[in-house]
């Protein structure tokens, strides 16, 4: 497993945009899965964006497809999350998880917060009107 600390959340106006940053103690390899997920109050924990590492692809879901971006600096062991146009909707505590292994792009994109095994602590981002 790998420590994972986020970082970069805040309040911020509707519109506005926010970049997250998760830093890894070790090494993020090819292969591995990452994901960013979100959770507000009474609501489930829900998946943002997920990529496999060295793919150069990500899935985002339907409610932040266009307007968020997840990169990785593998160099640096660091994933980012850049939320562009954010709605009040966005409120919440963000993650970001990992699954370390060699895995698919499509098993990737198939994993439930369940599945993956290394977690922050979360940053909370707060969207207001």
């Known amino acids: 497993q790998v420590q994972l600390a986020e970082s970069g959340g805040g309040s911020v106006q509707a519109g506005g945009s926010v970049r997250l940053s998760c830093a890894a103690s070790g090494d993020i390899r090819v292969g591995s899965c990452m994901g960013w997920f979100r959770q507000a109050p009474g609501r489930a924990r829900e998946r943002v964006a997920v990529?496999?590492?060295?793919?150069?692809?990500?899935t985002y879901a339907d409610p932040v497809n266009g307007r968020f971006t997840m990169s990785e600096d593998t160099p640096e062991n660091t994933v980012y999350l850049q939320m562009n146009s954010l709605k009040p909707d966005d409120t919440a505590m963000y993650y970001c998880a990992a699954r370390l292994g060699y895995f698919t792009y499509a098993l990737c994109r198939n994993l439930s917060p369940k599945d993956f095994t290394s977690w922050g602590q979360g940053t909370q981002v707060t969207v207001s009107s």
């Open positions: 990529a496999r590492i060295g793919e150069g692809a990500h």
